[in-house]
């Protein structure tokens, strides 16, 4: 499947967000552990959330997909062994949330993936469960997937490497309930994604755990667990996707006029609710309602560069990337070392992809910097990415006659995002 992006003049429209991932994957294994039925409301309906869905039926779990809901039956932070491998396909974040999660299964685990799952690693997360009590091995690749899980789950003090990846320090402490001690999380190295380790405690609170933050004396947080609080079956609704969301955003700011996304808590946990700011610094005007965002660009305000760090919300690097590839001033953006490890190397799928469209751009290991350059239609290949795909997609808005491949990875996050595109196209007014 391949989409052929046409030029758009500046553009009003009103679009509602889809609703977040990172949510709705986290709701729903805190439902399984918790000990009777909950339901989640306005699930998203993705590639990835039904490998966690489909993941955690294999382990025992029964679990209702409805259009608008999910009705989980928990057991009690009893998981089985599944009768086979649990391939959760490109998923990192069904693979890294249930790695310390199927320590409590009553059986081996093993977790395996697609080609490029096999490539992104999971050796420090691993490590750390080994010392807490697991017997976990990776019997293809060490520290890659498959993986295969056993043992307990002591608790107790832990040290992990917080600059890898936050979903291994999410993993730990979704878990952490069922744990047989007390869990104290202590980090090494420099910790990114903090705003993704924050939703993971506010989905646990709302279930009944007991999460305390703590700060050691080099500063870094220290998370702590009670053993003795389990989670509690309930009613969860999932929020607004700000990385989702993104796209809409970009694409007024980019081609110019207004957007407005329903659906969207101001007041988020989440980290790319930070993308608003950017944008505003580049040159837009941004409002809220209680539950929408609108976005302005006047086409007589240039956009501007910025030099930024990005360590917490790596999901929109890609979208600012885009916008300021049509800047009038260079865009620094550091602290994205960990783009190397996503769905693809990101930082090489910017670079790449601006390039095939006349963009400049350098990169290092830990930063890119994007120059204004005149911009050509062109053909961008994702590479599996749903990201690269749909950032792209709306840079072509701008330049016109651009060429995504492989359109349909979008299904791992956003599976109406080229029908939302279309319609966008269609029934807009121009401003």
Request: net charge negative; with cysteine; glycine share 10%.
């Amino acid at each position: 499947m391949q989409m052929n992006i046409g030029k758009s003049g500046p553009v009003c429209f009103t679009i509602a967000s889809p609703a977040s991932k990172s949510y709705t994957h986290r709701a729903l294994i805190i439902a399984a552990l918790a000990n009777g039925e909950s339901e989640i409301i306005g699930q998203l309906d993705a590639d990835d959330t039904r490998m966690t869905a489909r993941a955690l039926m294999q382990m025992g779990i029964r679990l209702d997909w409805c259009m608008d809901n999910i009705k989980v039956q928990g057991q009690g932070g009893r998981l089985y062994e599944p009768a086979g491998e649990v391939d959760i396909q490109d998923s990192g974040t069904s693979m890294r949330l249930l790695t310390a999660v199927s320590l409590l299964a009553d059986g081996p685990v093993t977790l395996t993936g697609s080609a490029r799952m096999k490539e992104r690693p999971l050796g420090p997360l691993v490590d750390t469960l080994n010392a807490a009590g697991g017997r976990i091995t990776c019997p293809v690749n060490p520290g890659y997937p498959p993986v295969r899980i056993d043992g307990e789950f002591t608790g107790g003090d832990i040290i992990i490497d917080g600059s890898i990846s936050s979903q291994f320090i999410s993993s730990l402490l979704i878990a952490a309930p069922y744990a047989e001690n007390d869990v104290h999380i202590f980090l090494t190295g420099d910790l990114v994604s903090l705003p993704y380790i924050m939703m993971t405690i506010d989905s646990m609170q709302a279930f009944g755990a007991e999460v305390v933050i703590s700060e050691e004396k080099h500063g870094k947080p220290v998370f702590s667990v009670s053993s003795m609080k389990k989670y509690k079956p309930g009613t969860y609704v999932i929020e607004g996707d700000f990385s989702s969301s993104s796209y809409w955003f970009a694409l007024a700011a980019i081609c110019g006029g207004t957007v407005t996304v329903t659906g969207l808590n101001p007041k988020s946990a989440q980290g790319d609710r930070r993308f608003l700011e950017i944008l505003e610094k580049m040159g837009c005007s941004v409002s809220s309602d209680k539950d929408s965002i609108t976005l302005t660009r006047d086409l007589k305000s240039p956009l501007m560069g910025l030099n930024i760090n990005m360590a917490d919300c790596p999901d929109i690097v890609q979208t600012v990337c885009m916008v300021a590839a049509a800047s009038e001033l260079p865009t620094k953006i550091t602290g994205v070392h960990h783009l190397r490890m996503k769905e693809s190397d990101r930082i090489a799928a910017i670079a790449n992809g601006l390039a095939n469209l006349g963009g400049v751009v350098e990169t290092e290991e830990d930063a890119i910097i994007i120059h204004p350059a005149p911009l050509h239609g062109g053909i961008i290949h994702p590479e599996n990415d749903h990201r690269t795909a749909m950032s792209f997609a709306i840079l072509g808005c701008l330049v016109g006659d651009v060429t995504i491949l492989d359109a349909g990875c979008v299904t791992k996050s956003y599976p109406g995002f080229w029908e939302e595109l279309k319609r966008i196209w269609q029934n807009a007014v121009l401003c």
